[in-house]
């Protein structure tokens, strides 16, 4: 006969659980801090390496329901810390009230989450096999960020440009090289952490994957001064970038004023995206008005965008085809014009920004594009051929949002840009981080291509990054200026421009099979 619990026992056994539940909520939230402060604080990545690894350790220890539970709420804090400008951004920039554009939010922070999650289901599942499949986290990682669809274009990788010598893997694996290298790191911290300094298996295998973090940080340190070294000695072009918001009045005339102060000194002049107006895709040139005002739609910003122009100028536009003047299609373009002011080169933009330039799921739910306020229909475009300038260079164009777009970036390179050019508005957001942040995700485009990317943005961050994506120069933001550049010019291409995503693609296939060897052995176990 079992014995009941005395009424004396109850309080102790409530208070017990009571504990319990807080120590698990602040473990879980401490977690989610850690993870996420490296995005708003760079020198913060060896916080995110410990959260990362108390993720992983906490999912091994729980069963897998709880794992994915826990990991999603980390991943939900994390992001939520991250990207806490995206509330204010949409109501800003949709027609959604400030309620409305807060839940948005969440649902977004929500989705995202669940990256997190299936990291820890993993976690819980691989370790449950065994302590030694825990490193199969590692590709499981990679595999997840590379295919789990997101709207923020974060990776693991991006918490770590505070420490630019693990960056310098991209020029051979991109971004989920540097991902699987930081990860590695967390894995190797946390097999000892559960197993314990006696398991001498579980120390011999973190130390050769330390090891292998250090052999990596090492290289990226020879790395970073070699291209700072090769970038020193490169044929270069002097390019000014005018860092002016196109949404205000008077706008091209500043930007006409900013460049008149650096006449005869550089070799192309860069203005922001939208600076220009609405021209039909025919017209080729903008020397004489007439022809102009019939081939833009009134009121049209850039009837002649520079009468003055001293040498060739990027600026950004939009283009229409026959037919469709006052109405769209258009196409987000990048217009090269010379010192004749004649058209030579066009880039159309072809990564459209997700809620900015459509919206997921409009195509079932056209309501979606009035709540976001996106009225223009925009066309994607398909050529990926760099400009040639008039002194025969070649630049990568990349306009607003494609300069987080790796493969953009990479297939520019492979047909020949000797740089990469990237033209941002970004005036409707007004919280510094969230320009800052768009920054940090354009950076590893430089060092897996090793171009120098020269940024010429509205109201920031305008800025010359290195081939070793290191920021050399910038302007405050905000401010209404130039900034003057000599940018290193590149012919080679890096292992990761010539193959892409190869080794995510790996690790995904790896990923699959282990996990189904693992399944099939656990079901013959179970039958034995």
Same mark, same amino acid.
């Given at each position: 006969?079992?014995? +009941? ?29 850690? $993870? ?33 539970? @826990? ?46 999650? %299936?990291?820890? %289901? ?7 096999? #065994? ?7 590692? =590709? ?21 440009? /505070? ?35 006696? &398991? ?48 205000? +009045?008077?706008?091209? /005339? *500043?930007?006409? #004023? ?45 009837? &002649?965008?520079?009468?003055? $122009? ?6 950004? #536009? !939009?283009?229409?085809?026959? #037919? ?6 258009? !196409? ?6 010379? !010192?004749?002011?004649? $058209?030579?080169?066009?880039?159309? !933009? ?5 809620? /900015? @330039?459509?919206?997921?799921?409009? *195509?079932?739910? =056209? ?21 040639? %300038?008039?002194? /025969?260079? *070649? ?77 050399? @120069?910038?302007? =405050?933001?905000? +401010? ?26 790996i690790c995904s296939i790896c990923s699959v099979a282990c996990l189904l060897g693992i399944g099939i052995k656990r079901r013959e176990s179970t039958k034995i």
């Open positions: 006969m079992s014995e +009941v619990p005395s009424t004396a026992d109850q309080p102790i056994t409530i208070s017990l659980r009571v504990r319990s539940f807080l120590a698990t909520l602040i473990g879980v939230l401490a977690c989610g801090i850690l $993870i996420g402060l490296p995005w708003l604080f760079a020198w913060c990545y060896p916080l995110g390496l410990l959260g990362y690894t108390v993720l992983i350790v906490r999912a091994a220890r729980h069963s897998k329901l709880r794992a994915g539970v @826990e990991s999603f709420v980390i991943g939900a804090i994390a992001l939520a810390l991250a990207f806490h400008w995206a509330a204010n951004s949409i109501f800003n920039t949709t027609h959604l009230s400030y309620t409305l554009s807060f839940l948005v939010y969440i649902g977004l922070v929500l989705w995202e989450a669940i990256a997190f999650m %299936l990291l820890g %289901l993993a976690a819980s599942y691989v370790y449950s096999r #065994g302590p030694r499949w825990l490193w199969l986290v590692v =590709p499981v990682w990679v595999a997840i960020q590379a295919h789990w669809p997101k709207i923020f274009n974060w990776a693991t990788a991006h918490a770590y440009l /505070g420490f630019p010598p693990i960056l310098q893997l991209a020029e051979w694996a991109g971004t989920s090289g540097v991902t699987a290298c930081a990860v590695l790191a967390s894995v190797a911290l946390a097999r000892v952490w559960l197993s314990g300094f006696t &398991d001498r298996s579980a120390v011999i295998e973190s130390t050769i994957a330390v090891l292998a973090v250090i052999a990596a940080s090492l290289w990226g340190l020879q790395s970073l001064a070699h291209w700072q070294q090769r970038s020193q000695n490169s044929t270069t072009i002097r390019v000014a970038a005018i860092q002016v918001d196109p949404t205000f +009045v008077e706008s091209l /005339g *500043k930007m006409q #004023g900013l460049s008149d102060h650096i006449r005869d000194r550089v070799d192309l002049l860069l203005w922001p995206e939208s600076t220009l107006g609405h021209y039909n895709v025919t017209m080729d040139h903008f020397g004489d008005r007439d022809y102009t005002l019939v081939n833009s739609e009134l009121p049209c910003p850039a009837i &002649d965008p520079y009468p003055s $122009i001293y040498c060739d100028l990027l600026a950004g #536009g !939009k283009t229409y085809d026959e #037919g469709g003047r006052g109405k769209g299609p258009y !196409k987000n373009t990048a217009f090269l014009l010379n !010192k004749s002011n004649y $058209i030579i080169g066009r880039y159309v !933009k072809r990564t459209l920004m997700p809620i /900015g @330039e459509y919206v997921p799921g409009e *195509k079932w739910f =056209p309501i979606l594009r009035d709540w976001a306020a996106v009225s223009t229909e925009l066309i994607r475009g398909t050529n990926d051929e760099p400009l040639t %300038l008039s002194s /025969g260079e *070649k630049i990568g164009v990349l306009v607003c949002y494609e300069d987080m777009v790796a493969d953009n970036a990479s297939s520019s390179v492979r047909e020949g840009a000797q740089c990469l050019v990237a033209l941002v508005n970004g005036s409707a957001f007004k919280d510094e981080d969230t320009l800052l942040q768009h920054l940090q995700l354009a950076q590893l485009r430089t060092i897996e291509n090793r171009r120098a990317m020269i940024r010429c943005a509205a109201t920031g961050v305008t800025c010359l990054i290195g081939p070793d994506g290191e920021i050399q @120069e910038q302007l =405050p933001l905000g +401010v209404e200026s130039s900034l003057v550049v000599d940018v290193p010019l590149e012919t080679e291409q890096t292992f990761y421009t010539r193959h892409g995503e190869w080794f995510s693609r």
